[in-house]
């Protein structure tokens, strides 16, 4: 990825990623299943997948009785294990792409990660990067604004929105776009309190130290650039590692 230098330049560093690779694990329902959001019952229904409807496996792990998969329509939940059948073959992904490292000393904690709900949800495309914007309000048309100008989500991150400078726009796609009102969306982990109860242990025993400028700021915000496979399939810096006002 390369960035057009401006005058008021910040620099990016990418760690380099990781040259591990992972199996995708292709799989067939095995009876009429419904494709949800979340691993639970009580999550919202993303689409109802007919027997003999072929998935890949985002995780081979089940996670409370249930397989993170990818339908071949590309949409991305989870579905009961027990009506998942495993094929035999698996298809290997292509190895990670070494990342450019370039000056500028922004660094990522990755002990974050920790604490980042479901992480196997996000898809990492670079592990560490500083980005510069805006912060805009990301309750402007919501029920409830919040002083703070983010979301409160129910895992106790922040859902904020930063209008990104321009040497930066590449970093969005179409569901930021759609979705995110042109905004880069950044989450900091554990902010607040937890309210959902699959996501209290990412948080326990642990408080957040990323100061949040005020909207209308124009800061410097560094940590892992990644998609998040749910809803639209957005852009976002998650976890934020750190948030700088700078001129």
Same mark, same amino acid.
Request: with cysteine.
């Given at each position: 990825? @390369?960035? !057009?230098? /401006? ?9 380099? #990623? ?8 292709? /799989?067939? $329902? ?20 007919? @027997? ?5 496996? &985002?995780?081979a ?7 993170? %998969? ?5 949409? &991305?939940?989870?579905?009961? #294990? @027990?009506? %998942?059948s495993?094929?035999? $073959?698996?298809? *290997?992904?292509?190895?990670?792409? =070494?990342?450019? +490292? ?11 990660w ?5 992480s196997q ?21 919501q ?6 100008? %983010? ?11 930063? @209008?990104?400078? *321009? ?7 179409a569901?930021?776009?759609n ?5 880069? +969306?950044?989450?900091?982990?554990c ?7 699959? /996501?209290?242990? #990412? ?15 124009? &800061?410097? !915000?560094v940590g ?7 809803? /639209?399939?957005?852009?976002e !810096?998650? =976890? $934020? ?7």
């Amino acid at each position: 990825m @390369k960035f !057009i230098p /401006a005058r008021r330049a910040i620099w990016v560093l990418f760690l380099v #990623a990781c040259p591990c690779s992972v199996g995708a694990q292709q /799989a067939t $329902v095995n009876r009429n299943v419904i494709l949800r959001r979340d691993p639970s019952t009580a999550s919202p229904v993303l689409e109802h997948l007919s @027997k003999g409807a072929r998935v890949t496996l &985002v995780d081979a792990t089940a996670d409370s009785g249930f397989y993170h %998969v990818r339908t071949e329509d590309d949409l &991305v939940g989870w579905i009961f #294990a @027990k009506y %998942v059948s495993l094929s035999e $073959v698996t298809t *290997p992904l292509p190895p990670a792409t =070494p990342s450019t +490292v370039v000056p500028g000393g922004a660094q990522c904690d990755a002990s974050l990660w920790n604490h980042v709900y479901h992480s196997q949800r996000l898809i990492v495309n670079q592990k560490c990067i500083a980005v510069t914007g805006t912060i805009a309000d990301a309750t402007a048309n919501q029920t409830m604004r919040e002083p703070d100008g %983010v979301r409160h989500e129910n895992d106790g991150d922040t859902h904020g929105w930063l @209008k990104v400078d *321009p040497e930066f726009q590449n970093l969005l796609n179409a569901g930021n776009m759609n979705e995110e009102g042109g905004n880069l +969306v950044f989450e900091i982990v554990c902010r607040y309190p937890v309210t959902q109860p699959d /996501a209290k242990t #990412a948080c326990q025993g642990y408080k957040d130290q990323v100061a949040l400028p005020p909207v209308g700021s124009h &800061v410097r !915000i560094v940590g892992t650039y990644v998609q998040d496979t749910f809803h /639209a399939k957005w852009m976002e !810096i998650h =976890p $934020v590692t750190s948030i700088t006002v700078v001129p």
